[in-house]
């Protein structure tokens, strides 16, 4: 499956921005999606995970409460609704596939995706 994120850019302190990631190539709703994050110097960290129905969904501590991750499978699409955003959220985001059936702990790891989206670049001023 081939993956291309959109909707990154700049905003100010406790604004919005909606990512989106759209999928093509095979059956979306066959795949697990996640989103993860990577500021300069740092590991790319989980932020988000969202089942293939869309019935169960994850987030990490520092997003609970203000992102959320939602899906289209008729539109091939997962997106990432994020609000009050925090200069800490800066970075770049990818959307991932995993394609494992059933509920798997190990979600917030990076190696359980096995298919990545390129990076797009959140900016947030104070």
């Known amino acids: 499956v081939q993956l291309q994120a959109s909707g990154g850019g700049l905003v100010q302190a406790g604004g919005s921005l909606r990512l989106s990631c759209a999928a093509s190539?095979?059956?979306?709703?066959?795949?697990?999606m996640g989103w993860f994050r990577q500021a300069p110097g740092k590991e790319r960290e989980f932020v988000a995970r969202?089942?293939?129905?869309?019935?169960?969904?994850y987030y990490a501590d520092s997003v609970k409460g203000r992102f959320t991750i939602s899906r289209d499978n008729a539109k091939n699409t997962v997106y990432l609704q994020m609000n009050s955003l925090k200069p800490e959220d800066s970075a770049a985001y990818y959307c991932?596939?995993?394609?494992?059936?059933?509920?798997?702990?190990?979600?917030?790891?990076?190696?359980?995706?096995?298919?990545w989206g390129q990076g797009t670049q959140v900016t947030v001023s104070s």
């Open positions: 969202i089942s293939r129905s869309g019935g169960a969904t």
């Open positions: 991932a596939a995993d394609e494992r059936l059933g509920y798997n702990p190990d979600y917030a790891q990076t190696t359980p995706y096995r298919y």
């Open positions: 190539g095979h059956t979306f709703s066959s795949y697990a």
